[in-house]
């Protein structure tokens, strides 16, 4: 399956979640917040999001700034 | 000796009137240190999207001491959409709260880095709407900030000079309006290059101060946060302990009477 | 944080860089919270004919804490003549010391209380000839200070403007030249209007300043005394620690990398 | 006898000291300098240096000053 | 000498780059005399309501010198709408003409009369849509400037100070930011008060200034419409001569060397 | 429109007000160029050792208008007896004449090439017992402005900055207080940069303006000069004309009743 | 018939066309423009443009402005 | 006849006046002024005024200034 992650086209596999996926990259680490084609996913929902082909996803986490 | 005047900003009691960023240190220790040196309660943080490179890299939440609130900025985005998409992720990472805060910022162009005042405002609308407590960082129009004084900001932070710049206030005929019509607390971000100028806009009345480049960028960050920690302190004072007021000709401070020769 | 920079001004170490007048405060209890509040180690008194119809009247000395290093001045003197022998009539005061300090201010007429550079050059030589460590008010004007350094002065302490006026430093540019020569200390002496006069001169490079009407005519004098303590300690940690350049054009604190939305 | 203390002319009993004069005046109560025909008078001194008719004598002290 | 450097302004060709306004004038034949001494050839003027009482009186446009260019202006709105049917109404006063020129004002509010940003934008994409060749008043904003020029606008007139405030050119960091980006004229409009600001204003390299209470407002408005004159010049001839650098130390003007008793 | 308000300065009656320096021209028809331009009726020359290697090397006096007054300074001097030296040679050059006029300059150090200002009283005293006009740098100290107008001299002629560095007015605080206590002309001598340092200065009611480096150090010196000219004019007009106060609000030009759509 | 002109309403004779509205009010003497109902009424169509009842005029001209 | 120059020390001819030296100088072409041992010789007695042995003269013209 092929979803747009932050910006770069991957090849994910089938069935994926929101969670999955955050451990699929290893995204695990760090406090990150999801959006799904636009829209946030709240972490409550994480577990059941399922992923669908051509998804555009943002993961972000905080960084320094001012 | 202390002044207890402590104010509210967007919802959160504040003791602090320096507010400072994260960005741009050359290590996380180093901001550590100056965050601490600093004295400040509430400290900036960007939203930017994850690395999906950097495996297991230290995390910035880390090193900001858990004690100080988190103000995230919409900066780097450069319209309403954007900055609004970025705020709904940025309530996510705060993991929740009734009304979050954070700190609008939607730049015009990267050369400038002004902010776009028109579409600052339809972000701040929007984002109100949805119940947060809008921070807005703006230029120094008092039209500006009155507007988004109506529109329901928590709070407005008009430029002192270009962010990074360390020109100080450039206008303090415009500030001065600004203060006069406000009834939100007014913060200056961005522009201060030294303690004095901290001084200078907190003698003018401002509610606070949001510093980052001035202290992240001096040769000793460490140092220079508590200078500019102290500078707040001493401009509210002496905003409170009312200034003598200006004039061309002096009056001595000795008395002129009494002195030896005389008849 | 604390900067540990003491300095050594005619003779004494100092760790406060802020010296206090004693004139023109509404009453003793005031001056003596003010000058608790200021920090200052050392503070300047004026010498005058006893009155002789004051029985029993508070005395001055009693006011000012014991810990604290006394400056006698000579205000209230036009020409050198009776400025040196104010200064032998405060040696006396003084209770003899080995090499007394004097603060020594000619001034030129009661209007524009400016110091006159002849009558204040004239009595500078006169007195470092007799022993006493001379630290003299003077005008902006680099060679008088020059002159002043040459003739065997302690230090120079220039104004920022005139005595009593509040007008801050109005010629950085006079003073940025004095302290490009100056060997001896640079105290700006008279002139200050509110802390972020003192927090600037202070980022300049000077080693302290001597204040007494912003003080003991504001509103709140113990309050304001307590402003510029923290603005002379802002100041100068700022100065040490190395503010970052002016330029029209910033920089951004966030990355501009790593938005959302970007491709 | 007559002399001059701190500008205004006085009449004096006959042999005063400095120090008797200051006594004399209660000037005890703060610390004084005396100058006497403009020369200083040291404190060593005050018991021993007689006044003189036309004495012209600055009796002095610390106030407030900046 | 004069500098022969025409300008272009809402295609009109220009050879005097001082814009004057008919405002204010104690009397008409003031206002001509002052228009005449002003040099200028483009005169702002105001649209009203006719007043149906006022019988038989005088004509401002009798005062005006017929060879001077009109620019209708819409002070007094607060709103894009009511600028734009303003303009309307002046396009059919200056009977018809393809382009007609306006300098477009909207104001935000009574007290600080300072522009509308947000309105004024939205009221020149209309006119420009309209055909008018569109000068519109803004703030100091290079943001606000930037999308008036995009917008298809003549030229941007930003204020020096708030309109008859007479402080002169308040943030000269925003005026060249405005002026590095710029690609049509510069015109500073509002915050003049005395002939240096003029000057000043010109040697940054505007390209005119646009001036009416610091004229009709002074002692003497015919003498003070001399001086602009004569300072846009200057400031024009000094911009264009290319000015000596600042800098703290100078160099002599005599030659140092070949003085008596030297060796 | 031109003002008729002649002055006399040094017993010479003068129309123009801007006295120009004939140093650091790139060559001598330049130089004459400006010097017409400039519209000056007295420039400074030097007094300098003839060389004797230069054979029938064209003179400086060929250059310049004969309708010009020369003032000859003693530039170069750094103590009262040379400049008294160079005057009585100058007296001598000039073929005599009753009380000849002399700029007298003593400078302290090649550094700062600041005025000497107790040499320079010692120099005027001297000149003055011997019939000499005395026109004397100075510094921007009002007690020595004073002092010189008290031994004598024509006019005082204080600094706005340094010779050549091109600040321009540095302290408007110092020259107003000389101007409120002179008696004698005031003109500002050394540190103008540009056009509208002459009209600034001008606007604070000196008599006038001496220049050089800022005319032919500029890149097009000739238009400079006429540059400085009108700015001069503008200024002494702008001064006459009485300019409108300064406040923070200001007051609308245009009529703000009888707007369209008004109720 | 009522017309509301610059603001005021008023009391007109009926069958008036813009200039015949503008001799009436004896406002002739100046260079005028006439916006009717919010839109601009053309010179050349002044007279031919009858008024109706109700109708909202505004006539302005310049005044002196800055 | 040794005599000081504007500074350098040059063998001259014997019995030369003030005038002779300017002519042997070639410093005729310029308005000049001349101090002899630190007094002005005034133009009049330039004709008369003889040099004498290790004479400190100064010769001077106007230079651009400012």
Redesign the interface.
């Known amino acids: 399956m092929r979803a747009t992650v932050n910006g770069e086209l991957l090849l994910l596999p089938e069935g994926l979640t929101v969670l999955t996926l955050l451990q699929h990259l290893k995204a695990g680490k760090d406090r990150v917040a999801v959006e799904r084609n636009g829209a946030v996913v709240k972490k409550a929902r994480h577990a059941e999001e399922l992923l669908a082909e051509g998804d555009v996803l943002e993961i972000v986490t905080f960084v320094g700034g001012g | ?1 202390a ?1 207890m005047d402590d104010f509210v900003l967007g919802g959160r009691k504040l003791s602090s009137r320096l507010i400072v ?5 050359k290590d996380f220790p180093t ?1 550590k240190a100056a965050l601490l ?1 600093s004295g400040a309660e509430m400290v ?9 490179k950097a ?2 890299e230290a ?3 880390h090193w900001i001491p858990k004690e100080m609130v ?1 103000l ?2 919409t ?3 450069f319209n309403a959409e ?1 900055a609004v ?2 705020c ?6 705060e ?1 929740g709260g009734e009304n979050p805060l954070v700190k609008l910022e939607v730049l ?11 579409e600052t ?1 339809k972000a701040a609308r929007q984002l109100v709407s949805e119940g947060f407590r809008v921070l807005p960082y703006t ?1 120094d ?4 900030a ?2 988004l004084e109506e529109a329901g900001c928590a709070a407005v932070m008009p430029l002192g ?7 100080g206030l ?2 303090p ?2 500030l ?2 600004i203060l006069d019509q406000a009834k939100v607390p007014v913060i200056v971000d ?2 201060v ?4 100028d ?3 806009c907190m ?1 003018m009345g401002v509610s606070g101060l ?1 510093v ?3 202290i ?9 946060a ?6 707040v ?6 905003f ?24």
Do not use: F
């Not at chain 2, 900036?44 to 999906?52: C, E």
């Not at chain 2, 409170?240 to 008849?263: C, D, E, H, Q, T």
């Open positions: 000796m002044l960023g994260t960005g741009k240190y901001m040196a900036t943080v960007a939203v930017r999207r994850l690395d999906l495996q297991g995390s910035l939440l988190l995230p900025n900066a780097g985005c954007d998409r970025t709904r992720l940025a309530r996510e990472l993991l015009s162009d990267p050369a400038t880095l002004l902010p776009d005042a028109e405002l230029n129009d008092p039209v500006s009155r507007k000079a270009p962010i990074g710049s360390g020109l450039r206008n005929y415009a001065q309006m961005a522009g290059g030294t303690a004095s901290c001084a200078l003698e949001l980052n480049t001035a992240s960028g001096a040769q000793d960050p460490v140092l220079m508590g200078a500019m920690k102290l500078a302190e001493a401009g509210r004072m002496a409170k302990a009312g200034r003598i007021p200006r004039k061309l000709y002096g009056n001595a401070s000795s008395p002129l009477s009494g002195v030896i020769g005389s008849r």
